[in-house]
């Protein structure tokens, strides 16, 4: 079974999502710019309507690049303290996606370290800044040794999943680490995505259409799961 993650931006977004048949959402705001830390009262009220499988917070101060400054990175650990606090007491798993890189394209060692350190035993995500690494092999055996849990990726491309590149780099994970598949995953191509990638989960949105009230489509969300042979 393919375990599927939506990208929401608000609250209605993840009951949206939650009652598709979603496995888990990523909260964040302002998809436009690749997301952004959502407000922590927004956090708080999604919680009520997250699925089962638990919702991922973003944690990203800026759009932009992931070269963050020292006060950055301190604003990112702040950050995932208070929503560690939100999140304490939950019925479902509260994790947290971040991701930080060096001016030379590799992992920031230091502050992802420091992160996973902030983070405790939450699930981690390293988030797309993943595919702006020089040498991807080397970026997951580091994040590998640095406990994270999951890695948010296209496979290298900016928009696009390349299923053979990710299917290499689940190999080379193996058992001990997920990559989460995506890059522009719909209902009509997620189920060959994840067939051509051997994804055990994927990550994408359903956007709705402008005038709605949740940028999230329900009924998308429910094509999704329908393509992957879990409707509900």
Do not use: W
Not at 22 to 28: G, I, M, Q, S, Y
Not at 71 to 92: H, K, M, P, Q, T
Request: hydrophobic share 40%; aromatic share 4%; proline share 4%.
């Amino acid at each position: 079974m393919t375990v599927v993650e939506i990208c929401v931006e608000d609250a209605a977004g993840v009951a949206l999502a939650r009652d598709g048949g979603a496995d888990r959402v990523e909260l964040c705001r302002e998809l436009t710019c690749g997301g952004l830390t959502p407000d922590f009262g927004m956090v708080e009220q999604a919680l009520q309507y997250a699925p089962l499988g638990g919702m991922q917070v973003l944690v990203r101060p800026r759009p932009g690049d992931f070269v963050h400054t020292p006060e950055e990175i301190e604003r990112i650990a702040a950050d995932i303290r208070a929503l560690a606090v939100i999140g304490e007491g939950a019925r479902i798993p509260v994790g947290f996606v971040v991701g930080v890189l060096g001016q030379d394209g590799t992992i920031n060692r230091d502050a992802a370290q420091r992160l996973r350190e902030e983070a405790d035993e939450a699930p981690l995500t390293f988030h797309r800044a993943f595919d702006c690494v020089t040498n991807q092999e080397e970026a997951l055996e580091e994040l590998m040794n640095l406990g994270y849990d999951r890695i948010l990726t296209t496979g290298g491309d900016q928009s696009v999943a390349q299923p053979q590149r990710l299917r290499k780099l689940a190999n080379m994970a193996n058992d001990r680490l997920i990559i989460l598949v995506s890059g522009g995953l719909r209902a009509h191509n997620v189920a060959a995505i994840a067939r051509q990638s051997e994804a055990r989960e994927v990550h994408m949105r359903a956007p709705a259409e402008n005038g709605s009230s949740s940028s999230t489509d329900g009924d998308e969300v429910r094509r999704i799961m329908a393509a992957l042979g879990r409707g509900v």
